[in-house]
T-cell receptor, first 115, second 112 residues
Framework: SAVISQKPSRDICQRGTSLTIQCQVDSQVTMMFWYRQQPGQSLTLIATANQGSEATYESGFVIDKFPISRPNLTFSTLTVSNMSPEDSSIYLC????????????FGSGTRLTVV | DQQVKQNSPSLSVQEGRISILNCDYTNSMFDYFLWYKKYPAEGPTFLISISSIKDKNEDGRFTVFLNKSAKHLSLHIVPSQPGDSAVYFCAASDFGNEKLTFGTGTRLTIIP
């Protein structure tokens, strides 16, 4: 089955700083997806990252706040910039690869706390 | 605008009984639906899916039912086991669009 490695698994950061989250998949994929799950809420898509082009951001998310890199077909990073306590969330990546039962696979998530 | 809704934030079920988790959606373009289970400190794990051409899909203890006219789907777990205690999310996507829209989740607790 698909394997997605995500790190760090958790971090506590000072407000005003930035954190870069890494996502590594075990085979080449065209698109990777970054989600956020705020406390007690649903998973919300932040952006779609294609290799070789700029990421496509969903409404309410901007590149300056969440810059994304996609240097190759197996790796992506999401940076949470100039953090505030409202950015405390779980951040997840997915490659939306179709598994044998047609489900998408997610990384294990990064639990971010901003103090 | 919450296009996928799970109106029950929590559910408690006795071990061995049936757990029924519900999900409603508003976007008629959705044609593929998935259920995920999530433990604390882990990413969501895919459970089962169903496309709009079906009204039922079964995998072991898990069965998903889809009522397109009512824009409603449900996940049945039988028999429920203590390891099923987790947060369950339903998600939906539309044809040609890989984006997933998630519900807000239902916390299922199985009581031994």
């Amino acid at each position: 089955s698909a394997v997605i490695s995500q790190k760090p698994s958790r971090d506590i950061c000072q407000r005003g700083t930035s954190l870069t989250i890494q996502c590594q998949v075990d085979s080449q994929v065209t698109m990777m997806f970054w989600y956020r799950q705020q406390p007690g809420q649903s998973l919300t898509l932040i952006a779609t990252a294609n290799q070789g082009s700029e990421a496509t951001y969903e409404s309410g998310f901007v590149i300056d706040k969440f810059p994304i890199s996609r240097p190759n077909l197996t790796f992506s990073t999401l940076t949470v910039s100039n953090m505030s306590p409202e950015d405390s969330s779980i951040y997840l990546c997915s490659d939306h690869r179709v598994t044998a039962n047609y489900g998408y696979t997610f990384g294990s998530g990064t639990r971010l706390t901003v103090v | 605008d919450q296009q996928v809704k799970q109106n029950s934030p929590s559910l408690s079920v006795q071990e061995g009984r049936i757990s029924i988790l519900n999900c409603d959606y508003t976007n008629s373009m959705f044609d593929y639906f998935l259920w995920y289970k999530k433990y604390p400190a882990e990413g969501p794990t895919f459970l089962i899916s169903i496309s709009s051409i079906k009204d039922k899909n079964e995998d072991g203890r898990f069965t998903v039912f889809l009522n397109k006219s009512a824009k409603h789907l449900s996940l049945h777990i039988v028999p429920s086991q203590p390891g099923d205690s987790a947060v369950y999310f339903c998600a939906a996507s539309d044809f040609g669009n890989e984006k997933l829209t998630f519900g807000t989740g239902t916390r299922l607790t199985i009581i031994p």
